[in-house]
C-alpha cells in the first residue's frame, strides 16, 4: 500500500519563484550571502578585521551596476 499523497502540499519553492521570475535573482542574492557569512567565519576564526579607517561603502560593490 502505497501513502496518499497530501492534498494541502503544492509545488516547490524554486517552482515559485520561476514562475514569478525572480529565481535567478534569488539565487544570486542567497549566494552572495553564504559567501559574505563563510568569509566573515574565515575572518573570526584568523581573528582579522577589516583595514583600519576602511568602510563597506569605500569599496566598489563589483557585479553591481550603477544605478
Known amino acids: 500500500m502505497s501513502k496518499p499523497k497530501n492534498p494541502h502540499i503544492g509545488g516547490s519553492l524554486d517552482d515559485f519563484l520561476k514562475e514569478e521570475g525572480i529565481y535567478e535573482e534569488t539565487q544570486?542574492?542567497?549566494?552572495?550571502?553564504?559567501?559574505?557569512?563563510?568569509?566573515?567565519e574565515a575572518m573570526k576564526a584568523r581573528k582579522l578585521s577589516r583595514a583600519p579607517?576602511?568602510?563597506?561603502?569605500?569599496?566598489p560593490d563589483a557585479g553591481e551596476s550603477a544605478a
Not at 544570486?28 to 566573515?40: D, F, G, Y
Not at 579607517?53 to 569599496?59: I, K, N, P, S, Y
Open 28 to 40: 544570486t542574492q542567497a549566494i552572495k550571502e553564504v559567501v559574505a557569512w563563510q568569509l566573515a
Open 53 to 59: 579607517g576602511r568602510t563597506a561603502q569605500d569599496e
